[in-house]
């Protein structure tokens, strides 16, 4: 069942502080387009994956004075564009499920648009750092992503032994469970208390 959107699914969103400089928009509705530049390599490619396998339009411009800022940053801002985007959050399907394998490694993320905040996140990572991004990074991006778009998250690595490969399926996971969950089925707010 295809309905039909009647609007774009957008949203701009910039953070400037002390510590970081931030915009980045997205479109819903897109063909998983990118444009990633926030200056560490490894986090640039899941922001990527994040966007090819989701089929959310991505455009990500990003400094900071530290790593653990600037991710943290940009799971806080991707959060509110998420948010901001899904609007009143008519007739999407509102969870999404999925179980992504990279190589020897296998991730599972289930997620609730549910606008109740909370998470559960398990990279399962035995290493501190995977290339130039620390691991401890990459988890503080999903819990701020799950915070500001107020997402029931929930990312478990099940096993593996390669920390790129983990990360990754973690990422791909996340990205077409978000695909299923942003889909538009139907005409109605998916909640029985009629908001979300």
């Known amino acids: 069942m295809s309905v039909f959107v009647e609007k774009k699914r957008k949203a701009k969103v910039s953070r400037e502080t002390t510590e970081t400089n931030i915009e980045l928009g997205l479109e819903l509705d897109g063909k998983g387009s990118y444009k990633i530049d926030v200056g560490i390599s490894f ?27 600037l991710i943290e940053d940009v799971g806080i801002v991707l959060g509110q564009a998420l948010k901001k985007a899904l609007g009143k959050k008519k007739g999407i399907r509102r ?28 990279l399962n990572c035995q290493r501190e750092k995977v290339e130039d991004c620390q691991v401890e990074d990459i988890t503080h991006f999903f819990i701020s992503l799950a915070k500001s778009a107020e997402i029931n998250l929930h990312i478990q690595v099940l096993y593996g032994e390669n920390e790129h490969h983990k ?21 109605d707010i998916p909640s029985t208390k009629g908001i979300l």
């Open 43 to 69: 986090f640039e490619h899941m922001l990527t994956l994040l966007s090819k396998h989701s089929k959310i339009d991505l455009k990500v411009k990003a400094q900071g004075d530290l790593g653990h800022h």
């Open 95 to 122: 969870f999404g499920y999925s179980y992504i394998p990279m190589d020897e490694s296998l991730a599972r993320c289930v997620l609730d648009l549910s606008g109740r905040t909370y998470h559960v996140i398990d």
């Open 167 to 187: 990360i990754e399926a973690a990422f791909k996971a996340l990205a077409k469970s978000l695909q299923q969950a942003i889909e538009v089925v139907s005409e």
